[in-house]
């Protein structure tokens, strides 16, 4: 899996990327919120959007920048985020999966 770690550490350029994505503005505003909840905690992540499927990669806290070394409370942060986005939009449907010690979640979009 290729990732860019340039990218990863400008929330702008990602924010484009869901921006862009032709998903519906309700999602894209839900989306954008997610993106600052986890720049705000220090996260380096990426994300790819396909179709209604939106992956969101959470690669590492900073400012450890090693790969699959998420600090705890970051992380709770953002999964809490997660939960109460999707307790509050039965469109939405998450998991999560580990692979190659970065964290997917992976949102369904039903719309």
């Not at 997610?34 to 806290?61: F, G, H, P």
Request: proline share 3%; charged share 30%; with cysteine.
């Amino acid at each position: 899996m290729d990732i860019d770690i340039e990218q990863c550490r400008e929330n702008d350029k990602i924010k484009d990327i869901i921006s862009t994505s032709g998903l519906p503005i309700k999602h894209i505003k839900l989306l954008l919120r997610m993106s600052d909840t986890i720049y705000i905690n220090a996260i380096n992540y990426n994300v790819m959007v396909e179709d209604n499927q939106v992956v969101i990669l959470l690669i590492s806290s900073k400012p450890d920048n090693i790969t699959g070394v998420l600090h705890t409370y970051s992380l709770t942060n953002v999964l809490y985020k997660l939960r109460d986005m999707e307790k509050e939009h039965d469109d939405l449907k998450t998991h999560c999966e580990v692979d190659d010690n970065i964290l997917k979640i992976i949102i369904d979009i039903n719309p």
